[in-house]
């Protein structure tokens, strides 16, 4: 059975950073793209950052220059580093493999 399980998750003021974590299991990790994706109340899911097998990166133009995404194939873990947090940073954050595949999330919450 494949399962997401995304961690680390907080409450940081504008300015500091996080980063989260998805540990993977039941499936081939490195065959597949993964995202990060994020869903603040009332709005709808949005990505914040992608990662191809062949190592091509995206980001949505909020978080470029701010957020880093990044694999771990071995340890079939994904992560994404946050720095220069907003407040506008503040949602419930998801993990994503192939586009089909989602963690049941991790809040992030940026005070001002």
């Known amino acids: 059975e494949v399962q997401l399980v995304e961690s680390g998750g907080g409450l940081v003021q504008a300015g500091g950073s996080l980063r989260l974590s998805c540990a993977a299991s039941?499936?081939?990790?490195?065959?597949?793209?993964i995202g990060w994706f994020r869903q603040a109340p009332g709005k709808q899911r949005e990505m914040v950052a992608r990662?191809?097998?062949?190592?091509?990166?995206t980001y949505a133009d909020s978080v470029k220059g701010r957020f880093t995404i990044s694999r771990d194939n071995a340890a079939k873990r994904l992560y994404l580093q946050m720095d220069s947090l907003k407040p506008d940073d503040t949602a419930v954050y998801y993990c994503?493999?192939?586009?089909?595949?989602w963690g049941q999330g991790t809040q992030v919450t940026v005070s001002s």
């Open positions: 990662l191809s097998t062949g190592g091509t990166s």
């Open positions: 994503n493999v192939a586009n089909s595949y």
């Open positions: 039941g499936f081939t990790f490195d065959d597949y793209a």
